[in-house]
């Protein structure tokens, strides 16, 4: 009976006596009473520290594995965790990246070539055109008064200067500057094998592609600028017609530097 009644008293009285164990424990055993560094990891049951018991924008860095983590979604989300600006400097950094190879292309093979000559290698392309037309007309009076009209076509010549973008690293003389094979070309050359749609060049040439030439005797050649020794700025299209009044040629072009 008296086992009984001490195994009753426990019974009834065991959880107000857990309680007030703890109680007394927590006044005793309070944060400061640890000694920093004492506590190790496996002390702590795997997930039971929630982010709100860490203080804020208190973890930094050097805490973090930054190889580990994905792309921050937004700023708003960065934010929460305290990265916003990191998360803003990462995204200018990938853009610079970017700027460096635009469309694939290094910045190197933009054509901004107005202070330096043109990359050994790089192929500029462009396009030209010019025409015209000449006619005379003579009006005379005979005797007895009577008005006749005499309409005479003169030989035509034109010329047109194209510019590259920057300067070429090796003089262009007139067998550099050439049409690709063309019934209208005096200066056919086999090697620019391109086309007016996609003109392409060897090294150290200059190829044009005819797409138009009025006139039907015109005849087309290519030539280095006339009484520019060492032509490296551009060159010249050069279109005549010997007995019709009207001429030009039209069409496009490419440069590989050497």
Same mark, same amino acid.
């Given at each position: 009976?008296?086992?009984?009644?001490?195994? &009753?008293?426990?019974?009834?009285?065991?959880?107000?006596?857990?309680? /007030?164990?703890?109680?007394?424990?927590?006044?005793?055993? !309070?944060?400061?009473?640890?000694?920093? /560094?004492?506590?190790?990891?496996?002390? &702590?049951?795997?997930?039971?520290?929630?982010?709100?018991?860490?203080?804020?924008? !208190?973890?930094?860095?050097?805490?973090?594995?930054?190889? #580990?983590?994905?792309?921050?979604?937004?700023?708003?989300?960065?934010?929460?965790?305290?990265?916003?600006?990191?998360?803003?400097?990462?995204?200018?950094? #990938?853009?610079?990246?970017?700027?460096?190879?635009?469309?694939?292309?290094?910045?190197?093979? =933009?054509?901004?070539?107005?202070?330096?000559?043109?990359?050994?290698?790089?192929?500029?392309?462009?396009?030209?055109?010019?025409? !015209?037309?000449?006619?005379?007309?003579?009006?005379? #009076?005979?005797?007895?008064?009577?008005?006749? #009209?005499?309409?005479?076509? =003169?030989?035509?010549?034109?010329?047109?200067?194209?510019?590259?973008?920057?300067?070429?690293?090796?003089?262009?003389?007139?067998?550099?500057?050439?049409?690709?094979?063309?019934? !209208?070309?005096?200066?056919?050359?086999?090697?620019?094998?391109?086309?007016?749609?996609?003109?392409?060049?060897?090294?150290?040439?200059?190829?044009? =592609?005819?797409?138009?030439?009025?006139?039907?005797?015109?005849?087309?050649? /290519?030539?280095?600028?006339?009484?520019?020794?060492?032509?490296?700025?551009?060159?010249?299209?050069?279109?005549?017609?010997?007995?019709?009044?009207?001429?030009? &040629?039209?069409?496009?072009?490419? =440069?590989?530097?050497?």
């Amino acid at each position: 009976m008296g086992v009984a009644l001490v195994a &009753l008293a426990f019974a009834v009285s065991g959880t107000s006596f857990a309680e /007030g164990a703890a109680t007394r424990v927590g006044k005793v055993l !309070s944060g400061s009473k640890i000694k920093r /560094g004492s506590l190790p990891g496996n002390r &702590l049951v795997k997930g039971s520290l929630k982010g709100d018991r860490i203080k804020a924008n !208190s973890v930094t860095g050097k805490q973090i594995n930054e190889s #580990t983590l994905a792309t921050v979604p937004s700023a708003l989300t960065a934010k929460r965790v305290g990265v916003a600006d990191r998360a803003t400097n990462a995204q200018r950094a #990938t853009n610079a990246d970017n700027a460096l190879a635009l469309g694939g292309t290094a910045a190197a093979g =933009y054509l901004t070539f107005s202070t330096r000559g043109i990359p050994s290698g790089i192929t500029v392309i462009g396009a030209f055109g010019v025409g !015209s037309g000449v006619t005379v007309t003579n009006t005379f #009076t005979a005797n007895p008064p009577s008005t006749d #009209t005499l309409t005479t076509a =003169y030989a035509n010549d034109v010329q047109q200067v194209v510019q590259l973008p920057g300067a070429a690293p090796t003089e262009l003389g007139n067998g550099s500057v050439n049409f690709a094979p063309n019934a !209208s070309a005096a200066d056919g050359d086999a090697t620019c094998s391109g086309s007016a749609v996609a003109p392409s060049a060897p090294a150290g040439k200059v190829c044009l =592609y005819l797409t138009s030439a009025p006139g039907s005797d015109t005849v087309v050649d /290519g030539e280095a600028i006339p009484g520019l020794a060492g032509s490296r700025l551009g060159f010249v299209v050069h279109a005549v017609s010997a007995t019709t009044s009207v001429t030009g &040629l039209f069409g496009t072009w490419a =440069y590989t530097a050497p």
